[in-house]
């Protein structure tokens, strides 16, 4: 229980704090090791057929031709599951959607040539008949005009669930020329046509269930595919290169990135609209608007390689010596002026010398005197008395 144990321990620190710093660097960060990012492409295959009747479409058979628009994008896929078909459309004159801008009683109300945000063509300036009750002023416009108000449910195509996604991921570090796809070397045709994506069975079979993957973000398939959204499918390679390239693996997680906040639900989901052209049999320029509701898949790689080299090696072990000397500087202030007893410790610490101006008066008689007199004379340990100086308190 000696008062300077504290002051002991303390001294503890400078040496195991490069000793700390060393095996978070070297150990876990893997500071001995040049890094690269990742180089990545990907291309995407949809597969599944479901069939609709309807009485706007009748008997009907989807398949990846009708559903997946466009046919590739980059990095990500769009799956329409629901939509608004509206038939039949021709440029022409007919009244707009009834709205608090668009509902009138007379030419008065509708003004020639003005075009509102959500407007569905350009205003005549007539007011005319929407239904039997209800007038709106007329527009030049592809007629009849669409009618979004109401989204089909459940979704149109909510066999989508059961969709199959395939994912070709190629990915580079140029750093380091290495190169490496997603479809492992072990994978055969015969594995590849027959699995699906497990994260305990088959974490590296590359095809994926659609249902799933809204799943495992923690959402449902169903309730997504009514008004549509983005999900993303994450591919993360992280590779130690000083070990066998067969451990540089992929890993697959899953996410929704479109915010769904249930009190701030404006505008939600995913849509766009598309149309079909066609000629009628007197030669007329028809068309069938379609406005697609769907889920897009987003396919983010990302990743980092490691591979020895002496250059961090030595720029972080000089780090660690460096931080040696910080530790006892940053030790000292902590025991000299922040602890209780630092007037004790600083006591410790330093050699005080009595009578300094007697000698001083001395060392300077002697250097007068020449360079030969000022060889120091032996201390005496017993009685820690200077043959000249006196007496001196501190620590030898």
């Known amino acids: 229980h000696s008062p300077c144990c504290p002051l002991t321990r303390l001294y503890v620190l400078p040496p ?17 090791q040049e890094t690269d990012s990742v180089v990545s492409s990907v291309t995407t295959k949809a597969k599944g057929v479901t069939v609709t009747n309807t009485s706007t479409l009748g008997f009907r058979v989807w398949d990846v031709a009708d559903y ?28 707009e959607l009834p709205d608090k801008t668009t509902v009138c009683k007379s030419d008065a109300n509708c003004v020639a040539g ?22 709106t002023c007329e527009v030049a416009a592809w007629c009849p005009v669409e009618d979004d ?19 070709k991921n190629n990915i580079w570090y140029p750093k380091f020329n290495f190169s490496k796809r ?41 309730d997504m595919a009514i008004e549509g ?35 701030h639900n404006v505008s939600p989901g995913y849509n766009f609209r598309f149309a079909k052209y066609f000629s009628d049999l007197t030669g007329a320029e028809r ?35 460096a931080l040696l000397g910080v530790a006892t500087v940053l030790c000292d202030v902590i025991v000299l002026y922040c602890m209780k007893k630092r007037y004790y410790y600083r006591e410790k610490k330093y050699k005080y010398v009595e009578d300094y101006e007697q000698v001083g008066h001395l060392l300077n008689s002697r250097r007068r005197q020449g360079p030969s007199t000022l060889r120091p004379a032996p201390l005496s340990c017993t009685s820690g008395e200077h043959p000249e100086y006196g007496a001196v308190r501190g620590r030898p």
């Open 16 to 32: 195991s704090g490069p000793v700390l710093f060393c095996r978070w660097v070297f150990v876990w960060e893997k500071g001995y």
């Open 68 to 95: 997946v628009i466009p046919a590739q994008e980059e990095n990500s896929l769009f799956i329409m599951t629901n939509m608004i078909i509206t038939m039949n459309q021709t440029q022409g004159f007919c009244p």
């Open 114 to 135: 003005s075009s509102g945000t959500h407007s569905n063509g350009i205003a005549t300036g007539r007011c005319v008949l929407f239904n039997g009750t209800v007038k």
């Open 149 to 167: 108000t109401h989204v089909p449910k459940p979704a149109f195509l909510k066999a989508a669930e059961n969709f199959t996604l395939l994912v």
């Open 182 to 222: 997603n479809i492992l070397p072990n994978i055969t045709t015969t594995y590849l046509k027959s699995c699906i994506y497990d994260a305990v069975t088959d974490p590296f079979c590359p095809i994926f269930r659609l249902g799933k993957i809204v799943e495992r973000a923690g959402h449902s398939f169903q």
């Open 229 to 263: 959204g983005i999900m993303g499918i994450q591919i993360n390679w992280d590779c130690n290169l000083d070990r066998t390239s067969s451990l540089c693996l992929p890993r697959y997680s899953f996410r929704r990135l479109d915010t769904r906040d249930v009190d």
């Open 287 to 321: 068309r069938t608007l379609i406005k697609a509701y769907g889920i897009r898949f987003d396919i983010i790689v990302f990743g980092k390689a490691g591979k020895f080299d002496i250059i961090p090696t030595m720029i972080n072990i000089g780090s660690g010596l």
